[in-house]
C-alpha cells in the first residue's frame, strides 16, 4: 500500500452542514488530508461529537446559514487561526417547503431561498475578504440534480438549486480578481438522513426508508447502487484541490447516471421506442411480397 495523499496540509477549511451527511463526511476527508476544518451547523451536539471524532484538526462553530450575520460570524472566527480561509463549502441545507407552485406560500418560498440559495451567496460574500490574498484559493456550493430539470425535488428546492448553480459561475467570473475559483457540486441521490429529515421520521424508520431510497435509487440509474457521502465529498476534495486550479465557475454531476436519460438507453433489457420500431419495420419485411 502507498501512502494516502495529504493534499491539504496547511490550508484553512470551511464546511457548513458538517454535521450530518455530505457535511461531516467532507470534514472528515480534509481532516484526514491534513486541513484545519472549521464545522459549521445547527445541530451543535452531532456537530461537535463528528468534530471530536475526527482524525485531524477540526473546531466546531455554530452557524444557522439563515442568518447572514452568523455566517459572517463563522467566517471570522474560521479566518483567525491562519490569517484567512482557503476553501469554503457552501453545503448546509434541508429539503424545504414540499408545496407546488400551485400552493405554496410566501413564507414558504422565502424560507427555502434563504436556506438553499441566500445562504451560499453570503457564504460566498463574507468568506471573500479571508480568501483575497490565499493562493489556490476555492469555494465548492452544493447545488444538486434537482438544477438539472424537474422531478427530483420539491419546486423551492428545485429552484433554489438552479439557483447555486447560475451563482456559482457569476461568482467566478466576479471573484477570478482575486483568484479565487467557485465550483459546484451536483449529487444524485446520497444516502444521507436529508429525506426523513424533513419528514420527521427517525429511529429505526430512518434506517429502513434510508434503505429504501438507496434501493429504488440504484435501480432508476445507470450505476447501480446507493449514492454515498464520500462519492460527493471526493468531487468536492478535487474541486478544492491544486489538481482542478484550471476549472472554475462549472460543476460536477456525482449521480450514478440517473439523469443521463430513460432506463432503455442503458439497459439492454428495457425496450425503448426504436426497439418496437425495429419490431414494426421487421414485421412489415416479412410480410412484404417478393418481386421475381
Ligand atoms: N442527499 C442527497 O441526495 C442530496 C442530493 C442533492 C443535493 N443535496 C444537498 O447536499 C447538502 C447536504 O445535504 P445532506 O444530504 O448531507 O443532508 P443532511 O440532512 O445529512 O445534512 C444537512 C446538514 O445541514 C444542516 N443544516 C440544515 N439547516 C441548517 C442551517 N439553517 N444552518 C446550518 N446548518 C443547517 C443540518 O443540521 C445537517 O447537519 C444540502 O444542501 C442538500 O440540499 C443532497
Known amino acids: 500500500m502507498g501512502e494516502r495523499a495529504v ?65 459572517e460570524a463563522l467566517m471570522n472566527v474560521a479566518a483567525e487561526a491562519s490569517g484567512g480561509i482557503d476553501t469554503v463549502f457552501n453545503n448546509a441545507g434541508a429539503g424545504g417547503a414540499r408545496a407546488s407552485i400551485a400552493e405554496i406560500e410566501p413564507d414558504e418560498w422565502d424560507r427555502t431561498m434563504d436556506l438553499l440559495l441566500r445562504s451560499v451567496a453570503f457564504g460566498i460574500r463574507y468568506a471573500v475578504p479571508h480568501m483575497k490574498d490565499r493562493k489556490g484559493a476555492s469555494i465548492v456550493n452544493t447545488s444538486s440534480v434537482a438544477a438539472v430539470g424537474p422531478g427530483y425535488a420539491p419546486t423551492a428546492y428545485s429552484v433554489a438549486k438552479a439557483g447555486v448553480l447560475h451563482l456559482t459561475k457569476v461568482a467566478a467570473t466576479d471573484l477570478a480578481q482575486f483568484g479565487i475559483r467557485v465550483n459546484a457540486v451536483q449529487p444524485g441521490f446520497i444516502n444521507t438522513n436529508i429525506f426523513t429529515a424533513s419528514l420527521g421520521i427517525g429511529g429505526v424508520m430512518q434506517r429502513m426508508a434510508n434503505n429504501a431510497i438507496a434501493q429504488m435509487s440504484a435501480n432508476a440509474q445507470p450505476v447501480p447502487r446507493g449514492g454515498q457521502a464520500s462519492d460527493i465529498a471526493e468531487a468536492v476534495a478535487y474541486l478544492a484541490s491544486e489538481a482542478a486550479g484550471f476549472v472554475t465557475g462549472t460543476s460536477i454531476l456525482v449521480d450514478g447516471g440517473i439523469t443521463l436519460g430513460p432506463r432503455h438507453s442503458w439497459d439492454p433489457e428495457e425496450p425503448g421506442l426504436f426497439d418496437a420500431l425495429d419490431t414494426m419495420a421487421n414485421a412489415q419485411q416479412g410480410q412484404e411480397p417478393t418481386a421475381d
Open 7 to 71: 493534499r491539504f496540509s496547511g490550508k484553512t477549511v470551511v464546511v457548513t452542514g458538517g454535521a450530518s451527511g455530505i457535511g461531516a463526511e467532507t470534514v472528515r476527508l480534509f481532516a484526514g488530508e491534513g486541513a484545519d476544518v472549521v464545522s459549521a451547523d445547527i445541530d451543535e451536539d452531532t456537530g461537535r461529537r463528528i468534530a471530536e471524532e475526527c482524525e485531524g484538526e477540526v473546531r466546531f462553530v455554530r452557524c444557522d446559514v439563515t442568518d447572514p450575520a452568523d455566517i
